[in-house]
């Protein structure tokens, strides 16, 4: 299935497509509050109005990448990339395309880019998400916490080699 995984820059256009992402993800996140479908999606557009701000002014040169499947849209892809390394900002799939590995081949890739770059990669992805096993399996390292202990943090080391030491010691 994942042969046919390819990336293009998002567009204005693709702000629903974006959206119904989001809500897919946090749907089961709410589905216990007993909120009725109209609250529910009045949290999901305020929530995702916010964090499409709050990536704008965290990561302004970052590049939104749609995730497709042959010609199909089936998740998006969030990278910034600065002097320190490679940052996987976001990266979401449609449930029924979760578990197929389109996301270990996405993250896989960049992983590549940042070998060729001699950078490491880094990621922050919330306690308890299973994706957190994906990471480990790829190589990735739990190096800390945020937000209070609701994020870990996850670091692919850089693949720079070691400064040779002159002299003698």
Known sequence: ???????RASCPDDKPFLYEIYSGIRRDEVASLGWSREQEEAFFRMQFAARQHSYRNQFPDASYSIIELGKRPV???LVARDGD??????IALLHPF??????R???AELLDQGAKAGLG???????????INLYRRLGFSEVGEEAGGMYVKMEWPSPKPAIASGGNR
Do not use: P
């Open 1 to 7: 299935m994942t042969h046919h995984v390819t990336l």
């Open 98 to 103: 979760r578990g197929k590995g389109i996301g």
């Open 121 to 131: 990669v880094r990621l922050s992805v919330v306690k308890g998400n299973r994706a």
């Open 105 to 107: 081949k996405l993250i």
């Open 85 to 90: 390394g490679i940052c996987l900002v976001d």
């Open 75 to 77: 998740g998006g892809m």
